[in-house]
T-cell receptor
Framework: AQSVTQLDSQVPVFEEAPVELRCNYSSSVSVYLFWYVQYPNQGLQLLLKYLSGSTLVKGINGFEAEFNKSQTSFHLRKPSVHISDTAEYFC???????????FGAGTTVTVRA | DTEVIQTPKHLVMGMTNKKSLKCEQH?????MYWYKQKAKKPPELMFV???????INESVPSRFSPECPNSSLLNLHLHALQPEDSALYLC????????????FGNGTRLTVT
């Protein structure tokens, strides 16, 4: 089975500053990795995904993530955040032998002016 | 059409009521999901339908009864719920492959009184 650990439960950040959200996974098989964002009173929206190939993945809204197999990490970054990036961010993993998606506990990002 | 539509947006029901949550997608997705999400927590998988057949039931109490009338529709029938069942109920769909991302609806906010 796969599991995900999001290392930061809350990340406060000032507008136009960079942000990094950390995600580590554990799995004994090949994995597929995802970052989702949940704005208040909404469902989850896919930001980006890593399936295979290039380890640097670009997503929507200026976000990118880097897959690091040796460190079993998939950290999410944005070079300059906006107030509208205030949301809950979930890292998720599915394995090559499992249809179930395992979510991390989530990271609350609060962007202040 | 890239949306998953859930109705109603909000629902308040008593413990003796019977109600249903509805979900619809027209993306041709083969798998549909019900998740339960408590405040400040990640979504928890409840049920998965694949090709209109129930493929995963995460030991959900029988007071929750899923139904998949066709490949575009998913219902969740509710009966004799408890106050602790109050949560955001999210529907999602996907192509059904292990590397396919989930597309989520905006959820039904359920309050059991």
């Amino acid at each position: 089975a796969q599991s995900v650990t999001q290392l930061d439960s809350q990340v406060p950040v000032f507008e136009e500053a960079p942000v990094e959200l950390r995600c580590n996974y554990s799995s004994s098989v090949s994995v597929y990795l995802f970052w989702y964002v949940q704005y208040p009173n909404q469902g989850l929206q896919l930001l980006l995904k890593y399936l295979s190939g290039s380890t640097l993945v670009k997503g929507i809204n200026g976000f990118e993530a880097e897959f690091n197999k040796s460190q079993t990490s998939f950290h999410l970054r944005k070079p300059s955040v906006h107030i509208s990036d205030t949301a809950e961010y979930f890292c998720a993993v599915s394995g090559s032998n499992d249809y179930k998606l395992s979510f991390g506990a989530g990271t609350t990002v609060t962007v202040r002016a | 059409d890239t949306e998953v539509i859930q109705t109603p947006k909000h629902l308040v029901m008593g413990m003796t009521n019977k109600k249903s949550l509805k979900c619809e997608q027209h993306m041709g997705h083969r798998a549909m999901y019900w998740y339960k999400q408590k405040a400040k927590k990640p979504p928890e998988l409840m049920f998965v339908y694949s090709y209109e057949k129930l493929s995963i039931n995460e030991s959900v109490p029988s007071r929750f009864s899923p139904e998949c009338p066709n490949s575009s529709l998913l219902n969740l029938h509710l009966h004799a719920l408890q106050p602790e069942d109050s949560a955001l109920y999210l529907c999602a769909s996907s192509q059904g492959d292990r590397n396919s991302p989930l597309h989520f609806g905006n959820g039904t906010r359920l309050t059991v009184t």
